[in-house]
């Protein structure tokens, strides 16, 4: 087994890319590999049973490639599968390996970009149906009002490069406007998808003037930084050369040509199965 390795950073499809993108900015002297599970997304439709079994296959496929650790970008694998992972496989597996998610991270900020505690979250069906956030934000911040809004239609917007269109004006004002029917005093949306970075202009559009929009890539980046220093242990076991490879479960030529809108560096890709 090495003693090093790369981080990994995995996600359903293309969304997990923005958050690769900005934990490339808050931390480029590592080594990352990126695996999509592009052949069987989104998971955001598919039962508990099925993420898990999905989730836990691309896990143990980057520990076989070298990493120990793995971020789940894929909020719906975090919401679904991670609490799982760490408590039930990772002790099986290699007590000292890591999965950490990105739901958490941004709940820690909820606090600070909302001052009238009024807080709402969009997601995929999935995300929204397992609660996650809404039991993270009891945990840490229980006086917080949590109104949620499921958007099936914003990732195949998204992935079919149509985030700019007509199409995603209509399905981002209805989503924008159930969820501030559901709780008009909401001061901070928490984008609970890695894909809905790519909408933010036309969300911000109607959403009222002043709301903060929480998008997790930067959270995240510097909640890994934070990881790092307080766990020095892991830290050692991360490889330092700077290099980025992508893997996918689909094509590779299809994968490059839609990359490109989530990721701004280079990207040299590998189908892999799992």
């Known amino acids: 087994m090495n003693k090093i390795g790369p981080i990994a950073v995995f996600d359903s499809g293309y969304g997990g890319l923005t958050v690769l993108d900005k934990i490339i900015k808050h931390l480029p002297q590592y080594d990352y590999i990126y695996l999509g599970d592009n052949a069987r997304t989104p998971y955001g439709t ?3 049973e099925v993420v898990y079994e999905y989730t836990l296959q691309a896990v143990s496929r980057l520990f076989d490639m070298g990493a120990h650790l793995v971020i789940l970008a894929c909020n719906t694998a975090s919401a679904k599968a ?12 290699d007590p000292q390996r890591r999965v950490l998610g990105v739901i958490r991270p941004s709940v820690e900020k909820v606090n600070e970009l909302s001052q009238s505690g009024h807080v709402g979250i969009v997601g995929t069906s999935g995300t929204v149906q397992s609660e996650s956030y809404l039991m993270e934000i009891a945990k840490l911040f229980p006086d917080i009002q949590v109104s949620q809004e499921a958007c099936p239609m914003w990732v195949p917007l998204v992935e079919n490069n149509e ?49 903060n929009v929480i998008e997790q890539g930067d959270i995240v980046g510097e909640s890994l930084k934070d990881y790092l220093q307080r766990h020095p ?15 996918t479960t689909e094509s590779t030529d299809k994968f490059k040509q839609t990359a490109g809108i989530f990721f701004s560096g280079d990207i040299r890709v590998e189908h892999i199965r799992l």
């Open 46 to 48: 598919r039962s508990f």
């Open 163 to 211: 985030f700019d269109s007509e199409g995603a004006d209509y399905f981002v004002k209805k989503n924008v406007n159930s969820l501030l029917y559901k709780d008009a005093s909401i001061d901070a949306v928490i984008l609970g998808c890695t894909h809905y970075p790519l909408l933010i202009p036309k969300i911000k559009k109607y959403l009222p003037e002043g709301v």
């Open 233 to 247: 242990e892991m830290e050692k076991k991360c490889s330092k050369n700077g290099s980025v490879h992508f893997y």
């Open 82 to 93: 991670l609490r799982s992972i760490q408590q039930k496989d990772l002790p099986l597996i």
